[in-house]
């Protein structure tokens, strides 16, 4: 097991590589004159020059990756933003927490919401139960983001003043952005939970379980809930990326300062160093959680905990 | 002989596509919502498509004394900050939020498919290196590439639908391949490689056609999913030029007048959320037809 | 049967969530209103009660007046232009040697006086020899000259450029030598040279990104990049209280200032009292609070008018048909543009420069400044070459800029001219403004202190490698400019000889001058409020309560 964990690991710093590859030269691309960008539009043709000999600009492509590539990886020296000259690694240990914070109650507000939902529609299959709870998430589906968040805003901040609209603080302040990012991964939890529930709840365990006389509420949770959890489990890992790159939205509105903020200033700025560093944190993040999604697959099911001891690949899901 | 083999393993794969076409078609029909959401998606296509006939007013066309009115009798929808009809707004906005999510599709799919077929028939290395290289792409969460290459490329219609296109690649590409990996083993597979079927003729005449049922499950979610990601883009500022009136930018466009005009934003906003509506109802009644364990 | 049930659910659940925000929305044209004014009874009780008690910030609860404001900012480096131009924090974090007032008039602050040694280009100035920093670092005439070297080697202000050097005379006096005699440049450098210790900014760990020790009547308490910053009263600031000119004054014991970026959150954050005023808020958002009686609104001319620049470059088929370019002034409504775009706060320019430069001669608003004609528009267009081509208009993609470029479209349009928006993200923006055969015409909102100042970033032809800031080669002009911005040249006859060669030839067209609005609690009861420069109050120094 700690083997696969180690190799899963050790797989994350190619990613990161490619991310960094990737991202560094889709910048290049970028249309725009980062040194004018920084020296305001009224800077000089010397000052121009200077600054562009200053970052680097001048140096082929190849060099320029090297040196950022050298710097990252090698020296773990991540910069500093180039129109700000704040450090970015300083920024990002400030950023990182509040964004990852947000995703994370969005997770457990969709699972928390989306499972139960999906459970009742299941055991309810066809019943009017059912249809409520499809019906909510279909909605869940339809609606874009910024504008629940634009609504949600004005029914609690404004209406019955419940909850602050924006800025950062207290756990209160992440649950509109929370809310208003959140009803995809509902709509997707309870969808996925009511069809493995339905797969499962016919077979023959849950039938002799039942015939057992274990409560009806065990045969739910212990027989049915936790057989079928993988392709739950499975939605959630996607939706966790879909709310990190989600939260670029929701930041803006709602005025907090992470990294998806961080992350479009600096692609609206040319920053690249802020853009290429940022980038390659936010593929750190959703790897680990990827890997958090294996590991979850191993502790409820033994036979996929077995295949990893032995160190097979994984595979499971995508089957 | 060798005639005969070839002329039954080519066609055994259109025939078996055509009848499970029908089957599909069948079991569609069958299901109330999703041909609910057929005929709301159709209604809409027909809709926008007669735009210039339905739409009372050009949609350009602004009128300062008219200026953030609610919806009336003259304007169903009411008029939006600079005095146009958001009724012909909404009508001709369809057609750019409807094709750029549709033609990103296309282009994510077929690109998508190409690539997964490639890895899946090939399998082995070429698999490993196309798989470790859609592990970056999808290691970086799509708004922010999509962000970055709408950058890029500068905003606009088509750049816009590039720049969509790029983050729907790696899934359609992913599933094809699954998908042809249980398809390779099988035997006409084997027949046609035993004649010496090119192997481009195999992929792209017998397992593609046997592989791509969860990909257009997949692509119909899709539409929905790129209208929306049209809209935060238009949201952050990229996206299409104005006056451009899709329906993400309108959106974004009158945020600010949540509180005094709240019409401006409702309207848009609804239209958003029936596409996605009909566009899911229509991927839930494929996903339940295509499903080889509904099969009766 | 069962699936219809579920489709009915389905489409009724999706309609009530419709008509829910809907109803809640519908209403709230008005029904805002009445709940504010609900509301302002019980706020206006209380704050009056408490005004008697104590006076000044009484109401607010927890003693911090609290500041909502757009521009963001990411670092708090003295060294960097937008931070000295446009945040409302400014004052609070940094000192400068002098200010410039709302009234334009030029104050001391840690320079104790200035003067011109006669020949355009030397200044003395001296500075309080007693100024010490919250580090209790005194400040003295080198740290002066470093900074100002300092900021000239930067380059990321501009107007530091015009120096030529800096020589210490004494321990709190010096010498600023300038490049050329140009009216406004020796003030720039007054109002833009932050008073930091070198040895504290070189001790401190990020060059003052995120931290400040600055001789500021303020403490900075709290930053957090993108979000808030907090400033505290100091209790040993250094200037004698009787010496502190009213505009430099310290009213407010704690402060905060929030950014809020989004339009419409600016709004509710005066609404449900996140924060107590808002500064520069967005015209159209701060209609919603006309005739509350729970706030106060302060409607001031902003510094900044927005411009059309015709380009220069001879690929343009603009550049050589003047017929064409007075064409498109006389098809615009700047009045529509104003209440269309502005929602009616702003006022029709007549000349490129707002009316708040030093220079701006006031018989201009007297002028006929191409007012509204599309009949003349269509007649000038008669004579023009133009053919039914269709002309590229480069802006900012903010959505201001996109409602008033898709208004000029539509007048335009209305005339017969076809006009395609390409508007683009500030980067790509800044890339492309100075290459004058990339578009037709160009909408920028340049300011300027004074007159010279925005002449030399504008129409000078030797300020680019491409020219003038359109592309433009037009040695007359810069000879014209030239002439007029020395100190002996700045007579109001080459002025007018300027803006009538600029308006002749139809170089710039001024359209709208709009006004900067801020909002304020009225329980506040903001009393006299100081002015900046800039067009907005400033929060610090105005005085409060009864």
Redesign the interface.
Same mark, same amino acid.
């Given at each position: 097991m700690a083997r696969y964990v180690l190799k899963r690991l050790l797989w994350m710093i190619p990613i990161a590589l490619g991310v960094a590859v990737l991202v560094f030269t889709l910048m290049c691309f970028c249309p725009g004159d980062p040194a004018e960008i920084i020296l305001g539009s009224t800077a000089t043709q010397e000052n121009l020059a200077a600054k562009r000999e200053e970052l680097g600009l001048n140096d082929p492509y190849i060099i320029r990756l090297g040196t950022f590539l050298s710097d990252t990886f090698i020296h773990f020296d991540l910069g500093e933003s180039w129109i700000t000259g704040a450090s970015v690694k300083e920024a990002i240990a400030e950023r990182l927490p509040r964004t990852l914070l947000l995703s994370i109650i969005q997770l457990i507000i969709s699972f928390g919401i989306g499972i139960p939902l999906g459970v009742m529609a299941a055991v309810n299959q066809n019943k009017w139960q059912d249809n409520l709870c499809m019906a909510l998430a279909l909605i869940g589906i339809s609606i874009p983001n910024f504008w629940l968040a634009l609504l949600l805003v004005i029914l609690f901040s404004v209406k019955l003043n419940l909850l602050p609209a924006m800025g950062i603080g207290g756990i209160e302040y992440y649950i509109l952005p929370a809310l208003a990012g959140c009803t995809n991964g509902i709509a997707a939890g309870a969808r996925q939970t009511r069809s493995s529930m339905l797969d499962v709840i016919r077979s023959d365990y849950i039938t002799t379980a039942r015939a057992k006389g274990v409560p009806e509420w065990q045969v739910i949770v212990k027989h049915g809930l936790k057989n079928g959890l993988i392709p739950i489990i499975t939605v959630m890992g996607t939706h966790f990326g879909k709310m990190l790159g989600g939260t670029m939205v929701i930041e803006t509105i709602f005025a907090i300062p992470g990294m998806g903020q961080y992350i479009i200033n600096g692609v609206n700025n040319r920053d690249y160093q802020v853009v290429q560093v940022g980038s390659i944190f936010l593929a750190i993040a959703f790897s680990f959680c990827m890997l958090a999604v294996d590991l979850l697959y191993a502790a409820v099911d033994p036979r996929i905990r077995a295949r990893y001891a032995k160190g097979g690949k994984r595979r499971a899901k995508k089957a | 002989m060798m005639v005969s083999v070839t002329n039954a393993a080519v066609s055994a794969a259109p025939r078996k596509k055509q009848s499970e076409f029908m089957r599909v078609m069948r079991q569609m029909r069958k299901n109330k919502l999703a041909m609910l959401g057929l005929i709301i998606f159709i209604a809409e296509l027909i809709i926008v498509l007669l735009a210039p006939f339905i739409s009372p007013y050009d949609y350009t066309a602004m009128d300062p004394i008219a200026i953030r009115q609610g919806p009336s009798l003259q304007h169903w929808f009411g008029t939006d900050d600079l005095g146009r009809d958001i009724f012909s707004r909404i009508l001709y906005g369809g057609r750019y939020s409807i094709t750029m999510g549709l033609f990103s599709v296309a282009i994510s799919t077929t690109v998508g498919m190409s690539i997964g077929a490639v890895a899946g028939y090939f399998g082995g290395q070429v698999d490993n290196i196309i798989m470790r290289l859609l592990d970056i792409i999808q290691s970086l969460p799509a708004m922010l590439l999509t962000i970055v290459i709408s950058a890029v490329l500068g905003s606009g219609y088509g750049n816009t639908i590039l720049a969509l296109s790029v983050n729907g690649l790696p899934a359609a590409a992913r599933m094809l391949r699954a998908q042809m990996m249980r398809e390779r083993d099988n035997e006409y597979i084997e027949a046609a490689q035993s004649i010496n079927c090119s192997k481009f003729r195999i992929i792209v005449s017998h397992l593609i056609p046997n592989s791509f049922s969860p990909n257009i499950v997949q692509a119909t979610m899709g539409v929905a999913n790129m209208i929306v990601m049209a809209a935060s883009l238009s949201f952050i500022g990229l996206g299409v030029q104005p006056p451009t009136p899709e329906w993400g930018a309108m959106l974004s466009g009158a945020r600010q007048f949540i509180r005094q005009s709240p019409h401006m934003v409702i309207f848009p906003g609804l239209a958003i959320a029936i596409t996605i509506l009909a566009l899911n109802l229509m991927g839930d009644g494929l996903r339940d037809a295509l499903d080889p364990k509904l099969k009766r | 049967m069962? !699936?219809?049930?579920?489709?009915l659910? %389905?489409l009724g *659940?999706?309609l009530s @969530?419709?008509a829910l925000?809907?109803a +809640? #929305?519908?209403g709230?044209?008005d029904g805002?209103q009445t709940t504010a004014a609900g509301g302002s009874g019980d706020g206006g009780a209380e704050s009056t009660a408490a005004a008697e008690v104590s006076g000044g910030l009484s109401s607010l609860e927890d003693g911090v007046l609290d500041i909502g404001v757009t521009v /963001?900012w $990411?670092?708090l480096?003295p060294f960097r232009?937008?931070i000295a131009n446009n945040v409302p924090f400014a004052y609070a974090a940094y000192e400068t040697l002098a200010k410039l007032t709302g009234d334009k008039e030029y104050i001391p602050w840690v320079a104790k006086s200035w003067e011109s040694a006669g020949d355009g280009v030397t200044y003395n100035v001296e500075i309080y020899d007693y100024v010490t920093d919250s580090a209790g670092n005194s400040i003295t005439a080198n740290d002066i000259k470093w900074m100002i070297d300092e900021s000239k080697e930067a +380059? *990321? !202000?501009?107007c530091f /450029?015009k120096v030529d050097h800096v020589d210490v005379t004494g321990d709190y006096t010096l010498q600023i030598v300038m490049t050329e005699d140009m009216v406004g440049a020796f003030e720039q450098i007054l109002t833009n040279t932050f008073v930091v210790s070198q040895a504290a900014y070189e001790g401190s760990k990020?060059?003052f990104?995120?931290e400040i020790i600055s001789t500021s009547s303020y403490l900075m308490t709290e930053f957090? %990049?993108?979000?808030?910053i907090s400033f505290e009263k100091r209790d040993d600031y250094w200037q004698k209280e009787e010496l502190i000119e009213p505009q430099n004054a310290a009213n407010v014991e704690k402060l905060s200032f929030?950014?809020?970026? $989004? %339009?419409?959150?600016a +709004?509710?954050?005066l609404?449900?009292k996140?924060v107590d005023a808002f500064v520069q808020l967005?015209q159209?958002?701060a209609?919603?609070f006309e005739g509350n009686p729970d706030f106060t609104l302060k409607a001031m001319s902003y510094i900044n008018g927005y411009q059309l620049y015709f380009s220069g470059d001879e690929s343009r088929i603009i550049t050589d048909d003047l017929n064409l370019r007075q064409a498109i002034c006389y098809a615009i409504?700047t009045e +529509?543009l104003i209440?269309?775009v502005f929602a009616g706060y702003g006022q029709k320019m007549h000349d490129p420069i707002a009316d708040t430069s030093v220079g701006y001669l006031e018989k201009w608003k007297d002028e006929e400044y191409y007012d509204y004609n599309p009949d003349k528009a269509r007649e000038l267009l008669e004579q023009s070459d133009y053919n039914g081509e269709t002309l590229v208009l480069l802006a900012t /993609?903010?959505?201001t800029m996109?409602?008033l #470029?898709? @208004?000029i479209?539509?007048y335009l349009?209305e005339v017969g001219i076809n006009l395609e *928006?390409? *508007?683009?993200?500030? %980067?790509?923006y800044?890339?492309t403004?100075l290459d004058g055969s990339q578009y037709d015409m160009t909408i920028n909102t340049v300011g300027g202190d004074s007159l010279p100042d925005h002449w030399s970033?504008r129409y000078d032809c030797y300020a680019?490698?491409t020219g003038d800031a359109t592309g433009r080669h037009d040695e007359e002009l810069a000879e014209l400019l030239r002439t007029t911005w020395t100190q002996a040249g700045f007579t109001e006859e080459n002025i007018d000889a300027v803006h009538n060669y600029l308006k002749d030839n139809m170089y710039a067209y001024g359209m709208v001058q709009p006004e900067n609005i801020d909002v304020w609690r009225s329980d506040l009861g903001l009393q006299e409020a100081v002015v900046t420069n800039k067009g907005s109050v400033n929060c610090l120094s105005s005085v409060y309560g009864e």
């Open positions: - | - | 069962k !699936k219809l049930g579920k489709k659910v %389905a *659940l999706t @969530m419709f925000p809907l +809640g #929305c519908g709230s044209g805002a /963001s $990411e670092t480096t232009s937008n +380059g *990321l !202000k501009p /450029s990020d060059q990104a995120t957090v %990049a993108d979000s808030v929030h950014l809020i970026k $989004e %339009a419409s959150q +709004g509710i954050a609404e449900t996140t967005d159209n958002t209609t919603q409504d +529509g209440n269309g /993609s903010g959505s996109q409602r #470029c898709q @208004m479209q539509g349009l *928006l390409n *508007l683009v993200d500030t %980067a790509l800044t890339a403004r970033i680019y490698s």
